[in-house]
């Protein structure tokens, strides 16, 4: 019941909004979208009329820091710098983004109106207001987009951050279906730190997401998303069975493996932003195994030479060792010939740990050239306590860090390591899939040549959760029924090679990288990826975790799969309501979203 009188004050919304069918048909056939100022930009009155459909949830954007400009000793500009030190101060800013820009590609702007979405209805609403008056339309959940997803100047933002609910569900049946299944449904505005404290730390159950606890749910699911134990529970798009989504004629689709199937199949990894908006998803739940763990080492090498022996080393020993299941999370290599481990397991006690990883230990253990900066160290806990800040606070304080603000809910914590990328601004950005091929016998001294190449120019990091060799059978199906790259597939890592520097938003004071030094970081990020893509000749990339400037992107993300999504953009949104860069259907539109080519 609460639901259907939720849609129909979508309809009525729908009602109130709209125009002549002939302003309409013209807003379709316009090459270029309106900005402030330009003739059929919204009058103060159709904004108005707009604030009262979303029931006063409509804002006027300003810049974050115009207060820094005159004064930036003042108290106004101290309290939006202090909001850089807390990434959940940060999403709770509509004007605001986790990542501030990318060097010669974006900055980050504010809108210049938000629609702070409560509702379905809410984002009907400001769907048929960008549609009928032919905005720019942008979408934030999370904020965190590198490639500037979340944001965009003189457009009309929907803020899906309200739309939290959480509901479990010990038998969901998708609407169309008879399966039940054992699900969380979640709104798009949640992060998963909301998630994992529903599902995990207070019911005991496991929902596949995401890393850092301030992503939002919504935009992980839809670009793929991968959690640090992908070999074991798959990806989290594999795990939807259902989403809540408003497509671009303002209709609300329920999208399921029954009903609206394509629909349903084109948000399982086919990027944020594309498709519709989505305002809630039910994701499946699993049981929780009993442990959960860390294990790290650092290691540096006296030479070249015993670097890349290091490196070999390791690779075989991950392939026989590690590739499976139990095992996620990364080892990087920089360009001081240093290894560093940073690992997690689930499934495996102490004793466990340490049988795997004695043999190379053992090995380590004998070679005078290398120096353990970091002795191995394995910490296994209750799988519950996983995301539970109140563990967290009483055992390894320094391992979180907690939302500071007085009325924060209690569970809100970010990773201690993630809390300096706050506001980041990327020099540049480049991930590759590794098939698994290359951990063959005869591949892999090719893949060591490679890796130790490309540290001559950059730190190489090897996201083995965020490829699927070595995962059970059943995760790999599940993935295959997905939008993303096929590479996924049989890849055993991402490899992500990647830099920035500190918080660079518009108005901040203080003095701005200079342009040359992060040009010249971007060329040695770009020079360590060309050295490693020499064993993959037709690399894949992960949408999220990519190169702005990418030019086969359609291949790179989707490979087989684009031709489908671009039917699927057709059907939901022929006139390309939604945009995103390097999104399913932007290669119609140029870089800033405003001009149809």
């Known amino acids: ?9 979508a309809g009525l919304s729908i009602i109130s909004l709209a125009h002549p069918a002939s302003f309409a048909r013209a807003a379709r056939r316009a090459r270029t979208r309106v900005r402030p ?4 930009w919204p009058s103060s009155a159709a904004w108005d009329q707009l604030k009262r459909a979303v029931g006063g949830r409509l804002q006027h954007l300003a810049a974050p820091f115009a207060a820094c400009a005159p004064a930036p000793d003042s108290p106004a500009c101290s309290e939006a710098l202090a909001a850089l030190k807390n990434p959940f101060a940060v999403g709770d800013q509509p004007a605001l983004t986790q990542t501030s820009g990318w060097a010669g590609a974006w900055t980050s702007q504010p809108s210049a109106y938000a629609v702070a979405a409560s509702s379905t209805a809410d984002v009907v609403a400001a769907v048929n207001f960008a549609r009928t008056h032919n905005l720019r339309l942008v979408v934030k959940g999370g904020g965190h987009s590198y490639q500037g997803t979340s944001n965009a100047p003189d457009a009309l933002l929907v803020w899906t951050r309200q739309m939290k609910d959480i509901q479990l569900h010990d038998a969901f049946v998708a609407q169309g279906c008879k399966t039940a299944q054992a699900a969380v449904s979640i709104g798009a505005g949640a992060m998963w730190i909301d998630a994992y404290d529903a599902v995990t730390t207070r019911a005991g159950r496991y929902v596949q997401g995401g890393g850092c606890t301030t992503v939002g749910v919504a935009g992980l699911v839809q670009s793929g998303g991968f959690g640090s134990f992908s070999k074991a529970y798959g990806t989290a798009a ?4 259902e989403a809540e989504v408003v497509t671009a004629d303002g209709s609300v689709c329920i999208a399921n493996a029954c009903t609206n199937p394509e629909l349903f199949w084109a948000l399982k990894g086919g990027g944020g932003g594309s498709m519709g908006v989505v305002t809630r998803l039910t994701l499946r739940t699993r ?7 860390s294990a790290s080492l650092q290691v540096q090498a006296a030479t070249d030479m015993a670097f890349k022996a290091l490196i070999a080393k390791v690779m075989a020993f991950y392939a026989t ?8 999370e990364q080892i990087g290599f920089d360009a001081d010939n240093t290894m560093k481990v940073s690992m997690v397991f689930q499934g495996l006690n102490k004793e466990q ?3 795997t990883w004695e043999p ?3 090995w380590l253990n004998t070679q005078p050239e290398y120096t353990v900066a970091k002795p191995f160290s394995a910490q296994p806990m209750p799988a519950r306590y996983t995301w539970s800040a109140a563990f967290f606070k009483k055992y390894a304080p320094a391992v979180i860090s907690a939302d500071p603000r007085a009325d924060a809910p209690p569970h ?25 091929t290359l951990l063959a016998d005869d591949r892999q001294a090719a893949l060591v040549d490679a890796l130790f190449e490309s540290t001559r120019h950059w730190t190489v990091g090897l996201h083995f959760n965020k490829g699927l060799a070595g995962a059970a059978q059943p995760e790999i199906d599940a993935a295959r029924d997905t939008a993303m790259n096929p590479a996924v597939l049989d890849a055993f890592a991402l490899a992500i090679i990647a830099g920035g520097s500190r918080a660079q938003f518009s108005g901040m004071p203080g003095q701005a990288e200079r342009a040359d030094k992060m040009q010249q970081r971007a060329a040695a990020i770009a020079r360590a990826t060309d050295a490693l893509r020499q064993v993959v000749p037709s690399p894949g990339s992960y949408v999220s975790e990519s190169d702005y400037f990418l030019k086969n992107w359609q291949q790179a993300f989707w490979g087989s799969n684009y031709a489908r999504l671009a039917r699927a953009k057709q059907q939901y949104d022929p006139d390309g309501l939604f945009f995103v860069h390097h999104g399913v259907g932007s290669e119609h539109w140029i870089d800033d979203g405003f001009t149809r080519t």
């Open 1 to 9: 019941m609460q639901r259907r009188f939720v849609l129909k004050a």
């Open 37 to 40: 100022g330009q003739p059929g």
């Open 238 to 241: 594999a795990g939807l069975i």
């Open 287 to 293: 049981d929780l195994p009993e442990t959960i763990g």
């Open 321 to 328: 060792a590690l590739a499976n299941p139990h095992w996620g």
């Open 353 to 355: 740990v340490q049988q």
């Open 360 to 362: 190379f230990l053992a």
């Open 412 to 436: 809100h914590f970010s990773w201690a390591g993630d809390v300096t990328d706050t506001g980041w601004f990327v020099h540049g950005y480049h991930s590759t899939w590794l098939p698994a």
